[in-house]
């Protein structure tokens, strides 16, 4: 909770694009089904929320930048794609912007691991399956 809580230059919609889309690339249950309802809290609408988990955000070009990015640094392991790197400055995110989203990465990577390896029963409605 304290890097979900700690101050950040990312707000709280690309926040929950960050969470999102790690999820999905996790499988975690149940991460995917509570940051879906925050994702929906925040005002993204349930095609939108589908689209981000699957890395992209063609509604917001920004966000769909790091969306992009960010499948590609959590599916990597960390070694993104110079290409998206460059994409995502290009759309007007900052050093410090991708310092902040790394950091989202691994916290919601070490939670996706927790619920991963301790099954703690889901206590949220289930996220949608999204089609592949």
């Not at 694009?17 to 690339?25: A, D, G, H, P, T």
């Not at 988990?53 to 990015?69: H, M, N, T, V």
């Not at 916290?107 to 089609?131: E, I, Q, S």
């Amino acid at each position: 909770m304290a890097f979900q809580n700690a101050k950040s230059s990312l707000s709280g919609k690309a926040r929950e694009v960050l969470n999102l889309v790690v999820s999905e690339v996790n499988s975690c249950e149940y991460c995917l089904a509570a940051h879906t309802v925050i994702a929906r809290s925040a005002g993204f609408t349930d095609e939108q929320i589908l689209e981000i988990r699957s890395g992209k955000a063609s509604f917001d070009a920004k966000l769909d930048a790091l969306a992009r990015l960010t499948r590609n640094i959590a599916v990597n392991r960390g070694h993104a794609d110079q290409s998206l790197v460059d994409a995502f400055f290009a759309a007007g995110w900052t050093k410090g912007n991708i310092v902040d989203a790394i950091v989202v990465i691994g916290d919601k990577t070490v939670t996706n691991y927790l619920h991963g390896t301790t099954r703690v029963p889901v206590d949220f409605p289930a996220a949608p399956k999204l089609d592949t």
